[in-house]
């Protein structure tokens, strides 16, 4: 009796929780919970809870107590959403540092970590998976409700549907009808994610008997010779295989799909659609045993020990040095070890790239992750993770979220590249430098590889503080690729230029597709033409909204704004001075793609940049065509510069070096050097030597010397005297604050204040107020105050404490009224 009035007596416990809401504020609320809701509280679930008026959120538990707030009295939440925690210990721990490393609110980290199917609010807006077919039988009367009125109205928010049922809380019913993939969540609509489906082939049982095989064959034979083969292929590849589908029976008999339709009409074969899964057949044969290198291994063996002395280590290889096969090396050890693995890789075009590859090694123990996916996906991924189900998660910067419990080994690949620093909105983290500290919390190895590491990576390295090895020669012993810089300004004299490209590159297109070879064009600029000017009066259209001239795209007609994404139509008159004189100057991607199609009608040419592969398989799609020789010339910004490995490229040009090498920011040189090494590197790269075409106005930079000499170090020896001397990391760590608002005269004001509140704190470490390159956004003026602190003898927490205070105490003043304060550590 005892005990069981003792049970009673803690079920009958006043208990609170600590949340986490996904907003930006700077401390946690506190909820009461239920007493009969006692029981299910865990650390990592899910509570519905209202916020302010009206507002419902979905929460997650931080904290458990028996402490009232003592500064205002706690409301109880109104559900809890999931059996088990979706986010763990270590997650939470996770949050909170980038918190304070990056200076946000851990609501605002929250926000970026969660796939929003797991994020419900109030204005969230749901919408009919019109992919899935509903079974209404299957419908209690809440979800028949809701069906109906998506239905009629294809879009609602969470807080239509809680008036539609007439009740508060409709997250638990929304869950379920989520999970049933009934509904989708409408931030993810643009890019539905559409099953990779495939037509199966079968025999009709009826012709398993030899005799009734033999006289359709006599049939077939005289009056449908095609469909004959197609019948025998058929048999033929069912010797071998299990499953075969509609393209296979095609290629292997050599029959028409109009053949192939026939005999399914005639119920000789039977077809039937499947959907197989995004990352592997079921019935694929993995294949693990390709061999490494003399380098290869050597490479390995080294990683291994330093991986004994270091939890980060460098790996410094040559493009095209075979790092990827280590990479998975090293991963089978780790997934035979029980542990799991995270593989970052900067882009999504790598992400679907490297997949192909990886998923003949790992099987359906691989979970792949990025924004392109849809919240169902997202979601999917997420609970195998955190079930263990994926061993091994494949994935860009938001990967690092993921919930891991047995995390062995980190391979950030590319690690130099700056897609991996998130821009906006906060957190504004570097997933490379959030995956060190990930590594740390669960004691994994970080293996950082690149062929151009980032300055701070190898300076790190040089001192000791990783371990480090390199891998100098390519992978089958393939050279280098020959370099060959040529000066426009010579070639314009001589006129032997045609359009933007120089007598050399056209020469050596001209060269590769007579061989049946590939070639990839680089232009680090997107768009039709940069600039329309008027010839008369000099007038530039200008976005509305930003401080930025306008580009023309051709395939739309109209000039857009590559930072707000305003449009307007191109003028054909000038507005300013009434000319027809408008003159196109500069040239990006579009521009390139148009003059080759005018310049080589026969050959086939592609473009990929942001334009290009805005859809899910817009990557997928332009790398599968380059794969299997249905492009002939890739015209691309950077993203062509990324991981890409393709046999048949054997010639890269470059069309306009001056561009990245001109540029306003300490990193430049860093920068030009790594994109012209990697794209130099996507050259020749199995069984014959590429060839790389500079065209620049300055032949003689130090930046190309050095890439045409492959001279990582002497760049990064120039580079660091130049760092130290100006204060700029490695040597420094900077902290930078944008201050916007859309009154330049109030900004002025705001912006010397808080410059003024820094100094007090720390005097000529604080650099500004001044204006950025793009002065003004989405009609938001900013200033920048730019913070420089040495690494040695000054407390980073502390310095970022001061910069909390100081804004905190800005914003209670009036002078902030209509301001926005953007933290950003380690901005560049």
């Known amino acids: 009796m005892l005990e069981l009035a003792d049970a009673q007596h803690t079920d009958r416990k006043t208990l609170f929780v600590e949340v986490i809401l996904p907003l930006t504020i700077a401390i946690n609320y506190t909820y009461r919970i239920p007493y009969e809701m006692n029981g299910q509280v865990e650390v990592g679930k899910r509570v519905v809870v209202q916020f302010g008026k009206s507002k419902i959120y979905t929460a997650i538990i931080a904290h458990i107590t028996e402490q009232a707030p003592a500064k205002y009295e706690a409301k109880y939440i109104m559900d809890i959403l999931d059996a088990e925690p979706i986010v763990n210990a270590a997650q939470l721990q996770f949050w909170t540092w980038l918190a304070d490393y990056y200076l946000c609110n851990i609501g605002e980290v929250m926000n970026a970590a969660l796939p929003s199917a797991l994020k419900l609010a109030s204005e969230t807006k749901i919408e009919l998976n019109k992919e899935f077919e509903i079974d209404r039988s299957t419908l209690n009367d809440r979800e028949f409700l809701i069906v109906d009125a998506l239905e009629l109205q294809p879009e609602l928010t969470v807080s239509d549907i809680a008036k539609l049922l007439g009740q508060k809380t409709v997250m638990p019913i929304l869950k379920l009808m ?20 495939r037509t199966f082939i079968t025999l009709n049982p009826v012709y398993h008997n030899q005799d009734q095989l033999k006289e359709l064959f006599s049939i077939l034979e005289k009056r449908a010779p095609k469909q004959a083969d197609a019948v025998l292929a058929y048999i033929q590849l069912s010797r071998k295989q299990k499953t075969i589908s509609k393209n296979e029976l095609i290629e292997a008999s050599g029959a028409s799909a109009t053949a192939i339709k026939g005999l399914i009409e005639k119920e000789v074969l039977f077809a039937e659609e499947k959907t197989v899964s995004r990352l592997i057949d079921a019935d694929d044969e993995l294949e693990s045993n390709f061999e490494l290198s003399p380098a290869q291994k050597v490479a390995l063996t080294e990683i291994q ?29 780790m997934v035979n070890n029980g542990k799991q693995v995270l593989y970052l890789l900067p882009e999504i075009a790598l992400t679907t790239h490297i997949v192909e590859r990886l998923r003949r090694y790992f099987g359906n123990s691989i979970g792949v992750y990025h924004s392109r996916f849809n919240d169902n996906e997202r979601v999917e991924v997420w609970q195998k993770v955190l079930t263990g189900q994926y061993r091994v998660v494949l994935g860009a910067r938001s990967s690092v979220f993921l919930p891991f419990s047995d995390l062995g080994l980190i391979v950030v690949d590319e690690e130099h590249e700056t897609s991996y620093k998130q821009f906006d909105p906060a ?88 061989a049946k070879e590939q070639v990839i064009l680089f232009q680090n600029r997107r768009g039709y033409a940069p600039v329309i000017i008027c010839k008369v009066c000099a007038y530039t259209p200008k976005c509305i ?12 007609g109209k000039l857009h704004c590559h930072y707000c994404g305003y449009r307007e139509e191109s003028p054909s008159v000038c507005p300013a001075c009434g000319s027809t004189q408008l003159e196109y100057k500069g040239f990006g991607t579009e521009k390139v793609e148009d003059e080759l199609k005018l310049l080589l009608p026969d050959a086939r040419i592609a473009r ?5 592969t805005r859809s899910k398989n817009g990557f997928q799609n332009i790398l599968n065509d380059l794969d299997e020789k249905r ?79 492959n001279d990582y170090v002497d760049l990064y020896n120039t580079e660091m005297t130049e760092r130290k001397s100006f204060k700029y990391p490695p040597f420094y760590r900077l902290i930078q604050l944008d201050i916007k608002h859309k009154d330049p005269e109030v900004l002025y004001h705001q912006a010397e204040y808080l410059a003024k509140e820094l100094r007090k704190h720390f005097d000529d470490r604080v650099i500004g107020p001044e204006y950025p390159l793009v002065g003004r956004i989405r009609n938001y003026f900013i200033k920048s105050i730019m913070m420089k602190f040495e690494k040695e003898g000054i407390s980073m927490p502390k310095v970022k404490a001061t910069i909390r205070e100081v804004i905190l105490q800005y914003n209670t003043t009036k002078l902030s009224k209509g301001s926005i304060v953007q933290p950003d550590v380690d901005p560049y």
């Open 427 to 514: 957190p504004r983290y570097n997933a490379r430098d959030a995956a060190i500290y990930l590594g740390n919390m669960y004691r994994a190895k970080v293996l950082l590889g690149s062929a151009t590491p980032s300055m701070e990576s190898f300076f790190n390295a040089h001192n000791g503080k990783y371990g480090f090895v390199q891998l100098t020669e390519r992978f089958g012993g393939v050279q280098m690729p020959q370099i060959e810089v040529v000066s426009i300004a010579e070639e314009t004299k001589k006129k032997t230029i045609q359009s933007h490209f120089t007598s050399v590159l056209m020469n050596d297109i001209h060269t590769a597709l007579a």
């Open 608 to 612: 990929m940049d942001l334009d290009t």
């Open 178 to 197: 989520f999970e049933k993939n009934i509904i989708h969540i409408s931030e993810e609509v643009n890019d539905r994610y559409k099953p990779r489906r």
């Open 631 to 709: 492009i002939d010339i890739l015209a691309g910004t950077q993203m062509v510069a990324k991981g890409l490995d393709f046999a048949g490229v054997t010639v890269i040009g470059i069309i306009s070096a001056d561009s990245l090498l001109k540029y306003p920011d300490f990193r430049a040189n860093e920068r030009a050097y790594q994109l012209l090494a990697q794209v130099s590197g996507r050259a020749g790269r199995r069984g014959k030597q590429g060839k790389v075409v500079i065209q620049t106005y300055d032949p003689n930079h130090r930046v190309i010397k050095q890439v045409i000499d």
């Open 305 to 333: 020990d330093g991986f004994t002395q270091k939890d980060v280590l460098l790996l410094h290889g040559v493009t095209s040095s075979g790092k990827t096969q280590l990479y998975i090396r090293l991963i089978e050890q």
């Open 545 to 556: 909204n930003c401080d930025v001239s306008l580009t023309y795209h051709k395939s739309s």
